[in-house]
């Protein structure tokens, strides 16, 4: 099975995204699955995550303007992303883990998210 994400693009200051992922695979059992975000030069910063419990978490910069959830029927996740900031601008990857959401052993490709002032 393989992460997929797709949604990326570019999109004005202000504007709105929403990633998807699928997930077939990734959520039987016990699993985390997880936004992160990474700009050229440094280092990869987890976005938002979600678990079994559907326990929900984001980084500090996004709280209030992005949000992450997932459509267990249709085995995928999602990423809202409103009110976005050309600090936004990353390559954004799906994660998934089986056990918790502290390390994350499955990655998708990414997708590109560019936002303009």
């Known amino acids: 099975a393989q992460l997929v994400e797709s949604g990326g693009g570019s999109v004005q200051a202000g504007g709105s995204l929403r990633l998807s992922c699928a997930t077939v695979g990734y959520t039987s059992g016990p699993y985390c699955l997880a936004w992160f975000r990474q700009v050229p030069g440094k280092e990869r910063e987890r976005v938002a995550y979600?678990?079994?419990?559907?326990?929900?978490g984001y980084a500090e910069s996004v709280i209030g303007r992005f949000t992450i959830s997932q459509d267990n029927v249709k085995s995928t996740l999602y990423l809202q992303m409103n009110r976005l900031k050309p600090e936004d601008t990353a390559m954004y990857y799906c994660?998934?883990?089986?056990?918790?959401?502290?390390?994350?052993?499955?990655w998708g490709q990414g997708t590109q998210v560019t936002v303009s002032s």
């Open positions: 979600i678990n079994t419990y559907g326990v929900r």
């Open positions: 994660a998934a883990d089986k056990d918790s959401c502290g390390s994350f052993s499955y």
